[in-house]
């Protein structure tokens, strides 16, 4: 008769591995599914009315990707660009804004123009959209060089962190919202938005270029957990539990 499996304290301590990664992988599931939650609810902001721009220019850190309305004029001697990015089409935007050649361009920049605010001593960072690396240069597209006062409505974005492993911008040439250098640089206060896509012009910028950039490798996460929690188990098993009912 096999007589009860009698387990050492050191066999109990190494059980708390497979336990810890099982509680892990539950809880990056939780992770997951408020990180999507949030972003649902962020998508959502975007598609609001447009609010007017507040008196305290501060309040838009609490307003991230709510739509406001701006009124001003373009500072086209500051722009300076984002990329390289790929492109986000939303219709026929490709077709109104002629910017495309014939082959196609799918890779490029986007083109950040300071906007001196109307009757407002403020100027705020606006991303006009998205150009193909042919049409780069502001020379190439004239048409979109708007010189007459402006009111368009753009998503209100915050800065961003330098991502791992990215090297510093250069220039007038950024690769992340470096909002610091990049007010530095134009002049302009630490407010950024994007256009949305009905500010784009022919042979200009195609607005409508807004990401909702929120990391989610929750799922990633929940894999590595419960591959862990199972591969351990297994090994608790094998090691300690199936040897000493031997």
Partial sequence: ERRGVQITPWGWILLVIPATTFGLGCWQVQRKRWKENLIADLEQKAKQPPAELPENLEDLGKMEYRPVILRGHFLHDREIYMGPRSFI??????????VFSKQGNTTGYLVITPLKLEGREEIILVNRGWVPRNLLKPSTRQDGQITKP???VGIVKLGENRPQFSPESKGDHFLYRDLSKMCS???ADPYFVDADE??????GPIGGQTRVTIRNEHLSYIVTW???SAAT???????????KAL
């Fill in 226 to 228: 419960f591959s862990l």
């Fill in 233 to 243: 188990g297994i090994i608790w098993y094998r090691q300690i539990l199936r040897r």
């Fill in 198 to 203: 009905a500010s784009s012009v022919p042979g």
């Fill in 89 to 98: 089409q939303h219709g026929d935007a490709t077709s109104r804004s002629g």
């Fill in 185 to 187: 640089l134009t002049g």
């Fill in 150 to 152: 402006v009111e368009l």
